[in-house]
C-alpha cells in the first residue's frame, strides 16, 4: 500500500551511469516508499500501554523479513525483539544492511530466526505483530485460525497482537497506483513507487497484488514483490482472534487532516468511515 510516503523537491534529473533498475535494491526501495518502522513501533508500543498501562518491553516480529521493526525496537534501552521470516533471502539482507546500524549491546538483544510463524520457536513476548497485511497469505479460515493461535500462544500472560488491515470500496478494483517522489539513495536520486491491484476473484477474495519501481531513466523494477493473498475483513479477523482465545480486540481507525488524508493518528472505535481506501489495526487482548 503507499502508506507513509514522503515527497521530495522537484529537481532537474541528469543520469549517465547504468541502467537504474539494474542496480536498484528492490529492499531499499521497500523500506523506503512503503515500510516506516520508527512509527511502527510507536503504534505498537502504543496498543500495548493502553491495553495495560504499563510498557512493553519484547516483540515478536512475525513474517519479520528483512526485521526492520526489530531493529528500531531494540535501539530503545532494555527492549527485546525476536523476528521470525521463512525467507532467507530478506533475513541475510537485513542483516547485512538493517543490523549495520545496532551496537553489539543491541544486536545482543536481538534474536532472528529463520521459521514458520505458526510455531512456538522463540520466547513469548509482550507484543506480537504481523503487519504489511503479512497474514493474508492464509487464505483459508482453517490457516488463520491456527495461526492465530500460533500468535496467542507466542504472547506472554499479558500481551496484544497487532495487525494491520487495508480495505475500501477501491480496493476491490484492478488498478495502478502511483506516488513519486522518493529518494533511492545518498545522492537522492527519485524513483516512482507502484501498487499494482492486478487481478481479484469476488467469488473466493483471492487477489494479486504487485510492487513495481519506476525510475526517471525510463527502466523499471517489474514484479519486485508479488503478493497472492486472500482479502479479510476487519469482522473476520476479529471473529478469529475471539475463537483462538483472545479476551477482546479493538479497531484503531486513523483520524484525518484537515484536507481529508490520514494524520497518523490512529485511535479505538466502533464505527469507521466508508472510504475508498483505508489502512486500520486489529489488536487481540490477551490477559
Not at 137 to 166: H, M, P, T, W
Request: glycine share 8%; net charge negative; charged share 30%.
Amino acid at each position: 500500500m503507499g502508506k507513509r510516503i514522503k515527497k521530495n523537491k522537484k529537481y532537474k534529473f541528469v543520469h549517465n551511469g547504468p541502467p537504474m533498475a539494474e542496480t536498484a535494491d528492490k529492499y531499499v526501495l521497500y523500506q523506503r516508499s512503503v515500510q516506516n518502522a520508527e512509527a511502527e513501533i510507536e503504534l505498537l508500543a502504543q496498543f500495548y500501554k493502553e491495553a495495560f498501562g504499563e510498557e512493553a518491553v519484547s516483540l515478536r516480529e512475525d513474517f519479520g523479513g528483512t526485521h526492520a521493526v526489530c531493529c528500531e525496537w531494540v535501539k530503545t534501552g532494555g527492549r527485546l525483539a525476536t523476528a521470525i521470516d521463512l525467507d532467507p533471502e530478506p533475513i541475510a539482507w537485513g542483516q547485512e544492511h538493517n543490523q549495520r546500524d545496532l551496537t553489539e549491546e543491541q544486536k545482543s538483544r536481538l534474536t532472528v530466526i529463520e521459521g514458520d510463524v505458526r510455531t512456538n520457536e522463540g520466547t513469548p513476548a509482550d507484543i506480537v505483530g504481523a503487519m504489511n497485511f503479512s497474514y493474508f497469505i492464509f487464505k483459508s479460515r482453517q490457516e488463520l485460525l491456527k495461526y492465530f493461535k500460533a500468535a496467542y500462544e507466542n504472547l506472554n500472560e499479558n500481551g496484544v497482537f497487532c495487525c494491520d488491515i487495508f480495505g475500501g470500496y477501491e480496493t476491490f478494483e484492478d488498478d495502478r497506483e502511483e506516488q513519486t517522489v522518493h529518494s533511492a539513495d545518498e545522492d537522492n536520486i527519485p524513483f516512482t513507487y507502484c501498487w499494482d491491484q492486478d487481478s481479484f476473484n469476488p467469488i473466493n477474495h483471492n487477489y494479486l497484488f504487485k510492487i513495481h519501481f519506476r525510475f526517471p531513466d525510463g527502466t523499471a523494477l517489474e514484479d519486485a514483490f508479488t503478493y497472492d493473498w486472500r482479502m479479510w475483513s476487519i469482522p473476520e479477523v476479529r471473529e478469529l482472534m475471539i475463537e483462538a482465545g483472545f479476551t477482546e480486540t479493538k479497531v484503531y481507525w486513523e483520524g484525518e487532516d484537515e484536507d481529508g488524508d490520514g494524520n497518523g493518528v490512529f485511535t479505538v472505535t466502533e464505527v469507521g468511515d466508508s472510504d475508498p481506501g483505508w489502512v486500520a489495526y486489529v489488536v487481540g487482548v490477551k490477559k
